[in-house]
């Protein structure tokens, strides 16, 4: 059984940097593409950014510049960098992993997920 675990989170302020881990465990953490999504209260889940098997990297473009994703196989674990932080980005974050190609930034083309962790930027 795959399981996620992220952790990293916080409370930091406008223009700060906050690092997230997440761990996959249960599966060989090669065979998946890992993602990073957020959700913000009220509002839809949303794709941050996904690095896939081969080590390319998707951004979503309110986060290009900003954040930086990276995988490390041998600890089967996927980090988001994230600097410059604004108060806008506050929401929880989730780590995802999918097996398959297709659309990145489908919500719903992701096989497995974590239990999301609170990142909130003040201002």
């Known amino acids: 059984q795959v399981q996620l675990v992220e952790s990293g989170g916080g409370l930091v302020q406008a223009g700060g940097s906050l690092r997230l881990s997440c761990v996959l465990s249960?599966?060989?953490?090669?065979?998946?593409?890992m993602g990073w999504f957020r959700q913000a209260p009220g509002k839809e889940r949303e794709f941050v950014t996904v690095?896939?098997?081969?080590?390319?990297?998707y951004y979503a473009d309110s986060v290009k510049g900003r954040f930086t994703i990276s995988r490390d196989n041998a600890k089967n674990t996927v980090y988001l960098q994230m600097n410059s932080l604004k108060p806008e980005d506050t929401a929880v974050y989730f780590c995802?992993?999918?097996?398959?190609?297709?659309?990145?930034?489908?919500?719903?083309?992701?096989?497995?997920w974590g239990q999301g962790t609170q990142v909130t930027v003040s201002s």
């Open positions: 995802a992993a999918r097996e398959y190609s297709g659309n990145y930034r489908a919500v719903s083309d992701y096989n497995y």
């Open positions: 249960g599966r060989t953490f090669s065979s998946f593409a």
């Open positions: 690095v896939t098997w081969s080590g390319f990297q």
